[in-house]
């Protein structure tokens, strides 16, 4: 099977089969990244997914679910999402849905009705990486997008009955944009029901854009426990009934509990940590996880 990056996906996709509708990322641009970036963007062509199809029980056995590689495999074009159901429907019976990194943007050439469709044919839960609703953010670490166009595609996908997910990239706001940032982001997600909303908290790492702006001066990263007050503000304005889930590495605690029936107990988690620990023991951690990435 082809795997360009190798093999990228959340910690709970684990026990899934993995194909690649796209090589690399459609926008690698954004400034704190650090995946892809050796990889030139390329949308596999049909012949190249149903050979990749044809090799997954020899790989993966009989998966229920297929996880898309490559930064946004929905960056694939409608056709192709949907011939690639149909072949794995008729290759590998035993998938049930599919899912997937995406971008806000790899759904702006797809209607309603289409992504319907796509539900239809088992798409479920593609992993949105909207991270912020602040458009001061966005266009500082370059996503790509405003807030307006990532809201108009989530009320596209949430109308068409397709389910998703989505993340906020904690941190982002940088020192003192941290509760703008919190406020902007729980407004972006206000009245949507996405099956589970994500944080992961920024890491500077060397070699990245935004370190090298951080060595100019011309970004600030928040402390460790600006970072944690600006989830706080996160979790304490966001009024989705959903799963909220902050199990990714970067993260200084993890958690996955039930909002808004643990909200509480979450808050009350964050504002105890923020206050018992130590910003120079928070900050080896970000150390040591910078060493990872
Ligand atoms: S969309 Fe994702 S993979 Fe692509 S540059 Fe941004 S963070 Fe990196």
């Known amino acids: 099977m082809r795997f360009a990056g190798g093999i990228n996906r959340p910690h709970y996709e684990t026990a899934d089969g993995y194909l690649q509708t796209t090589e690399g990322c459609s926008h690698n641009h954004c400034l704190f990244c650090t995946y892809f970036k050796n990889q030139k963007f390329k949308k596999s062509t049909l012949a190249e997914i149903e050979a990749d199809i044809r090799e997954i029980p020899e790989y993966f056995g009989a998966p229920k679910r297929i996880f898309l590689q490559g930064a946004d495999g929905f960056a694939a074009d409608y056709d192709v999402l949907m011939k690639t159901a149909e072949l794995l429907r008729k290759y590998v019976p035993s998938v049930e849905s599919i899912g997937g990194y995406a971008r806000i943007d790899n759904f702006?050439?797809?209607?309603?009705?289409?992504?319907?469709?796509?539900?239809?044919?088992?798409?479920?839960?593609?992993?949105?990486?909207?991270?912020?609703g602040d458009d001061t953010v966005l266009k500082r670490i370059n996503k790509g997008y405003t807030a307006s166009q990532a809201r108009e595609v989530l009320e596209k996908i949430e109308a068409s009955g397709l389910p998703f997910i989505v993340n906020f990239l904690n941190g982002a706001g940088g020192h003192g944009g941290g509760p703008a940032n919190a406020r902007l982001t729980a407004t972006l997600?206000?009245?949507?029901?996405?099956?589970?909303?994500n944080t992961s908290m920024l890491t500077v790492v060397p070699g990245t854009p935004l370190y090298r702006a951080v060595e100019k001066g011309l970004y600030t990263e928040s402390t460790e426990k600006e970072k944690l007050e600006e989830l706080h503000e996160f979790v304490r304005c966001l009024t989705n009934d959903t799963i909220f889930m902050n199990e990714h590495a970067s993260n200084l605690f993890h958690v996955k509990c039930r909002i808004p029936e643990a909200k509480e107990e979450l808050l009350a988690s964050i504002k105890k940590l923020t206050e018992e620990s130590d910003e120079t023991e928070l900050r080896r951690y970000r150390e040591m996880i910078t060493r990872a990435f």
């Open 108 to 132: 702006y050439d797809k209607t309603e009705d289409q992504l319907r469709n796509l539900a239809a044919v088992g798409y479920a839960d593609p992993y949105i990486g909207v991270e912020s």
């Open 189 to 197: 997600y206000e009245g949507l029901h996405p099956t589970m909303i």
